[in-house]
Nanobody, 123 residues
Framework: QMQLVESGGGLVQAGGSLRLSCAAS????????MGWFRQAPGKEREFVAG????????HYSDSVKGRFTISRDNPKSTVHLQMNSLKAEDTGIYYC????????????????WGQGIQVTVSS
């Protein structure tokens, strides 16, 4: 089993920044690809960013490319999502997720999930 705990969410004005963190425990962190997803009110959960096991490869959704950066610290079993130039449409619950194998964008392919954390961007 693996436990994922997100932190760093909150309320920020449009144009501002937030840094989300996800602390992992219970399984070899460096053996897993990590992803960030988000779910806005009334919408489906969507892929935001993903990091390969080593952190050398990252994928982003088109909506956040150039504004968000995913990074990971394998010795500390932590993955981060730096979010800059935030927009009102970035509002939602952000989830950390993990899977064995390469980065994918399909939510159903991730086995482990955090409980989610709220990010609210005011315009």
């Amino acid at each position: 089993q693996m436990q994922l705990v997100e932190s760093g969410g909150g309320l920020v004005q449009a144009g501002g920044s937030l840094r989300l963190s996800c602390a992992a425990s219970g399984r070899a962190f460096s053996s897993l690809s990590m992803g960030w997803f988000r779910q806005a009110p009334g919408k489906e959960r969507e892929f935001v960013a993903g990091s390969s096991r080593t952190g050398y490869t990252s994928h982003y959704s088109d909506s956040v490319k150039g504004r968000f950066t995913i990074s990971r610290d394998n010795p500390k079993s932590t993955v981060h999502l730096q979010m800059n130039s935030l927009k009102a449409e970035d509002t939602g619950i952000y989830y950390c997720a993990a899977r064995a194998g390469p980065i994918v964008q399909a939510m159903g392919d991730y086995v482990y999930w955090g409980q989610g954390i709220q990010v609210t961007v005011s315009s």
